[in-house]
């Protein structure tokens, strides 16, 4: 499966953005998928955001951002979304979703779970 990412871009602290996750799945497999966001700030490694499981009730929060993040799925749209809001300067980094098929109550929240990546969407948050 291929999968893009959009809807970054620059925002004040603060502020508010909604990234996209479009998935090219099959019609009907994508419900079969967990979802992550993981993003990589400039010379840092790549880390983990959230993930979605099959089951919309399985989510998870890196720590860091519970509370201002949400993930969210429409598998009619075969779309993953991550709102994020009260963002800070710290919040700057290129964001990737990604996609792993699993079964359902497996909710893989590393990044070598994950199989399927798309190419990432920069979000700058300005002091």
């Known amino acids: 499966v291929q999968l893009q990412a959009s809807g970054g871009g620059l925002v004040q602290a603060g502020g508010s953005l909604r990234l996209s996750c479009l998935a090219s799945a099959r019609t009907g497999t994508f419900s079969r998928y967990s979802l992550g966001w993981f993003r990589q700030a400039p010379g840092k490694e790549r880390e983990f955001v959230t993930a979605?499981?099959?089951?919309?009730?399985?989510?998870y929060y890196a720590d860091s951002v519970k509370g201002r993040f949400t993930v969210s799925r429409d598998n009619d749209k075969k779309t993953v979304y991550l709102q994020m809001n009260s963002l800070k300067p710290e919040d700057t980094a290129v964001y990737y979703c990604?996609?792993?098929?699993?079964?359902?109550?497996?909710?893989?929240?590393?990044?070598?779970?994950?199989?399927?990546w798309g190419r990432g969407t920069l979000v700058t948050v300005s002091s």
């Open positions: 990604a996609a792993v098929g699993t079964i359902m109550t497996f909710t893989p929240t590393t990044e070598h779970d994950y199989v399927h």
């Open positions: 979605i499981g099959r089951s919309t009730r399985s989510t």
